[in-house]
């Protein structure tokens, strides 16, 4: 079974299709995309995010023709994603490829099946009855996931971590889990040590924004506090990772959101009070127990 | 507020009674530079009821939300944590949803807490809606909110 939420970028003649993350789960609706500045303004509204924001640079580039300037204005909107690795993966491609869309379609292809085989390998390695905290939303792949530890036998259920302030875990992960009658239970951010404590969960995995080949990661708000804690409590803490870089993750810029987004998913109109919001944080690869690269590449602390 | 504004934080948990909007007080007077971090405290929202309080003393603060407190004890920008609780039960410190979260992550960071009586707020009937008017989920959906134990070697 897939995901709407697995491939929700899509090109349809000269235009892109893009699920509507922010309205999800109440509707399932596709925003057009036309040009660089269409794209930018659904990048900068957090209409999608994660794979979804990868799918739409690569279809960015094929509808304006062009890559560089596209993986320029892509980073000025979102800073602490890397869409320069994705511009140098398209500029490889397109030179074996009779046009810069087949070279896209080429790479998404590839991803999408590496992100099926990543599922697999980590269903190597989580327990027989896998009671699995997660965060924010991998775009289908813990369907992908559940399909893999079925497939060896094993079984699972999700505790999804809401994700705050933007909810995707509560709005698109348990959506897609429900939507997939996959077992799965949402929760505060602020529960995650309680259920940590009562040994309701057994394991934890994440998505990464970047990883560094020491292993260290920038992921979703709150990853570090859940990481931190599943590591007071010996519960093994995995991450799914895509193109490890050798730099300091220290130096990468964590973006900040507009503070009066902590309030948009809130009933009331205000006036709410002053308040910040980093969008992401660092992980130590101290705290991390194993990395499943989209290689298919495994390591373990 | 960006983050590298913000210098040395009060983070409170729990609803303060009046005795602790006067400690809130008296720690701002002592240090100009303090400022008071008022997380959500979902799944009731508990924060904006704080903040509300606050802003009637006039008490500066600043609202963020329940995951960014990682970050911010990281990132070495929280002092102090006052926690509110609502009663002291064999030795437990017996929170809101979301004390032991809280807790253990000063204690990982070596961030004092400081335990006083807060308010005993009466819980929404309501089970916890997560997503508040959006959206409801059925009850096996969502993991009951509950009071939480921290025990007392965890705070002091």
Known sequence: MRSPLSLPVRLQGNTISVLDETKLPLEETYIKVNTLDDALQALGQMKTRAFGQVL?????????G????????????????????????????????????EAAITIIDGIDNKRKVRAQKLAGIL??????????NVNGELIYLYEALTGQGKTATFFVSETRPYLQGARLTLWEL????????????????????????????????????????????????MARLAHYFTIPFYVLTQFPQTLDIEKIAIEERPPHEVFMWLDGKGPWPEAVYPSFDITPAEFISGWIDISGEVRCA | MRL????EGLLLWGVPACKGIKEIKERMQDNRDLYVLVPEMRPYLLGLEVARRLAKESIKHLYATDNMLGILFFKQKIK?????????????????????????????????????????MVRPAQAASLLDEYMSFRCDDALPAEDEAVPEGIIR
């Open chain 2, 4 to 7: 590298s504004e913000m210098k």
């Open chain 1, 56 to 64: 739409l640079f690569f279809y960015t580039c094929v509808l304006v």
């Open chain 2, 80 to 120: 102090e944590v006052l926690f509110f609780y609502k009663d002291l039960i064999d030795q437990n410190f017996l929170g809101i949803c979301g004390s032991l979260y809280v807790c253990l992550l000063a204690r990982l960071h070596h961030v004092s807490i400081k335990p006083l009586q807060g308010e005993k």
């Open chain 1, 66 to 101: 062009e890559i560089e300037e596209v993986a320029a204005s892509f980073k000025k909107t979102r800073p602490t994603f890397d869409f320069f690795t994705l511009a140098h993966a398209l500029k490889g491609a397109a030179k074996d490829s009779s046009s810069l869309k």
């Open chain 1, 127 to 136: 327990p027989q009855e896998g009671r699995i905290l997660t965060i924010c």
């Open chain 1, 178 to 225: 429900r939507r997939a009658h996959i077992p799965a239970q949402v929760l505060c951010d602020n529960q995650a040590a309680v259920v940590m404590q009562k040994g309701l969960i057994n394991c934890v995995v994440t998505g990464s924004d970047r990883s560094t080949d020491k292993g260290d990661i920038i992921n979703k708000i709150g990853t570090y506090a």
